[in-house]
């Protein structure tokens, strides 16, 4: 049961606590994870913006960056006793839900295990769920792994589109 775990991570906290259930579950299976990062359009769009007047390749930047997040990963399952493997979606092919979905299917995936934020109200609308979307979409079952309120904190602030701030 469950031998083949896709978890998509992003750096965050919420992630991380994803991973650690993934983790845990592929302990319990003995199972192995597969580890997935997404760059999209979007976070090319932010880190364009955050390098302006900068030289330098920024989907390198972001692409450096992403391989260590996925070592590290890589690293914490390891020193838990669980074989894992990374793999690194940059190909811009579409949303961030549709490359998880789109490599649950390619990997044989069995399950996804991914951590979100537990947005309602206008944080949801404004900055939507690729959990959510993955959720609806899966082929295979998907287990919501719900941040504590200490990481919900570090993500209740955002920027609206008219550039003013809001809380959820």
């Known amino acids: 049961m469950y031998q083949r775990i ?12 994803g ?14 994870l597969r580890l997935a990062h997404v760059i ?3 976070s090319f769009a932010l880190a364009m913006d955050a390098y302006a007047g900068h030289a330098g390749n920024w989907l390198e930047e972001l692409r450096g960056n992403a391989t260590k997040l996925l070592q590290a990963a890589r690293a914490t399952a390891a020193g838990a006793g669980v074989e894992a493997d990374t793999v690194l979606l940059d190909s811009f092919k579409g ?9 649950a299917e390619a990997s044989k995936a069995e399950l996804i295990v991914i951590g979100t934020h537990g947005r ?4 949801r609308w404004v900055m939507g769920s690729s959990a959510e979307h993955i959720l ?3 082929p295979v079952p ?8 200490s990481a919900k904190t570090e993500h209740e602030r955002f920027t609206l589109p008219s ?3 809001a809380s959820q």
């Open 6 to 17: 896709l978890v998509p991570i992003d750096g965050s906290s919420t992630s991380s606590h």
């Open 19 to 32: 991973l650690a259930e993934a983790i845990k579950l592929a302990k319990l299976t003995g199972g192995r």
């Open 40 to 42: 999209d359009e979007l």
């Open 95 to 103: 949303t961030v839900h549709d490359q998880v979905i789109a490599e």
């Open 120 to 123: 309602r109200g206008i944080g």
């Open 136 to 138: 609806r979409l899966s």
């Open 142 to 149: 998907v287990l919501l792994v719900r941040a504590p309120e």
């Open 163 to 165: 550039g003013t701030l």
